[in-house]
């Protein structure tokens, strides 16, 4: 009896240890931003109209045509008078920029935000086990996050990742690196730097393609504190519910709606062609396929999986029907939308059933700071909290879309009221103003 006993308890102990174990690691998969800290350039930097209209004149390889049609994508861009531009941009230099030009662009914005981040969260540069930095289009050597821990004298066993080509939606990738080594390294502190190399990749050709990132691009970016600490639980901004990444690298139209390339005559660009809406709705049909399931109720889910197999079948996703048939307030409270330009913006709004009211971080950190690339996400998560929407328990959907072609969403978790003005502080109360069409 004792035998059987014996045998029957030793499978079942081994079973709930077995389980115990699985349920404590699933606990340690955790992930809290404790700060972030966006970039700020300096008054004297500001793109107005008058600006930009400036520097597209001096453009001699342009004719009268390419001079309208850049004045007016710029009018209608929902970009306004207090972006910030690159300095050489500023200085005529854009033509020939130089290595140092480059570097000092990117240090600025690096280690101003760095050494903001540290010092308001007490964590010493010493004490960060790891470190991603994602910037496009400049990947020197020494790597950016060499100069960074050269700097600041970090550890010698940190655990670093320079992230290059990677677009505006890198920001989100960084961080899922981030938080995988949390899954392997308990009380670990991780740094995440996301922004662009912008002057030195300004368009000085006469493709219209290529030159619409003229109009949407400006200087920005934001670093982050991220955690895995129980301990730190309590100082903690956000957590991080969920994270689904899409590419479709594999798809040729899509892999070359967004690319960098040399036109006819030469001119290093980016492109951007028509059928990047296009690219963006098929990245986020298939990244909802993982993500809605994480995020709504089983309800919703019955509802939308009904609709979709009687309702009426879509070969050629657009980005406006992409989400049609779901209730994406069932789930979350917030949309953080990279402020890419205003027809991603409008797509995805009309697409998820939101509200101006919903829309408004996204386009009015489009118009105060423009397109910062993989730093935009940021500025429209400042903007919610600088007006006090974060409460306690919401939950926030990040969207953001980048070359390559990727789609790259997640949801936060609110920890506590969030009323910080940030990067906004000083025109928080002129947010949002009666028009954002710049003047003509």
């Given at each position: ?328 307030k069932t789930g979350v409270e917030h949309f953080c939308i990279h402020p890419g330009g205003r027809a ?73 009221d969030l009323e910080d003005a940030n990067v906004w502080e000083d025109c928080i109360a002129s947010y ?9």
């Amino acid at each position: 009896m004792e035998l059987l006993l014996a045998v029957f308890l030793l499978p079942l102990s081994y079973a709930i240890i077995l389980f115990c174990k699985k349920l404590l690691a699933w606990r340690d998969q955790r992930c809290y931003m404790v700060h972030y800290e966006c970039f700020k350039a300096s008054e004297d930097t500001k793109l107005n109209t008058d600006t930009c209209a400036g520097i597209v004149l001096r453009n001699k390889n342009l004719g009268l045509e390419e001079y309208k049609f850049l004045l007016q994508t710029i009018v209608s861009s929902g970009i306004g008078e207090e972006t910030y531009s690159p300095k050489i941009v500023l200085a005529g230099q854009e033509d020939s920029p130089s290595l140092k030009d480059s570097l000092s662009e990117i240090e600025e914005i690096m280690y101003d935000t760095l050494d903001k981040l540290f010092a308001k969260t007490g964590v010493s540069p010493s004490e960060i086990d790891v470190l991603v930095v994602n910037v496009s289009l400049l990947s020197p050597s020494p790597s950016l996050t060499a100069r960074i821990i050269n700097r600041y004298k970090m550890k010698e066993d940190i655990k670093s990742y320079n992230l290059s080509g990677m677009g505006c939606s890198a920001s989100l990738l960084a961080i899922d690196i981030a938080r995988n080594i949390f899954k392997f390294h308990k009380d670990a502190f991780a740094v995440v730097v996301s922004t662009e190399s912008m002057g030195p990749n300004w368009y000085c050709g006469r493709e219209k393609s290529m030159m619409l990132s003229n109009c949407l691009f400006r200087v920005g970016g934001c670093s982050m504190l991220l955690t895995n600490k129980r301990a730190m639980k309590h100082r903690a901004l956000f957590k991080l519910n969920t994270l689904v990444r899409t590419h479709l690298g594999s798809n040729d139209e899509a892999y070359n709606c967004c690319i960098q390339i040399e036109d006819s005559l030469g001119y290093r660009g980016f492109c951007l062609t028509k059928k990047l809406t296009k690219a963006a709705a098929l990245s986020f049909t298939e990244n909802l396929k993982a993500l809605v399931p994480k995020v709504l109720p089983l309800w919703q889910l019955l509802r939308y999986v009904i609709s979709s197999r009687f309702g009426k079948k879509n070969d050629s996703p657009v980005l406006e029907l992409v989400a049609a048939g779901l209730d994406f307030k069932t789930g979350v409270e917030h949309f953080c939308i990279h402020p890419g330009g205003r027809a991603v913006i409008d797509g995805v709004g009309k697409s998820l059933g939101l509200t101006e009211y919903d829309l408004e971080p996204a386009r009015m950190a489009l118009h105060r700071f423009g397109n910062t690339s993989a730093g935009g996400l940021w500025y429209v998560l400042g903007y919610m909290e600088a007006k006090k929407r974060l409460k306690k328990g919401d939950r926030i959907l990040m969207i953001s879309f980048g070359a390559g072609f990727k789609c790259n969403n997640c949801v936060w978790q609110v920890m506590k009221d969030l009323e910080d003005a940030n990067v906004w502080e000083d025109c928080i109360a002129s947010y949002p103003p009666k028009s954002i069409v710049n003047p003509s």
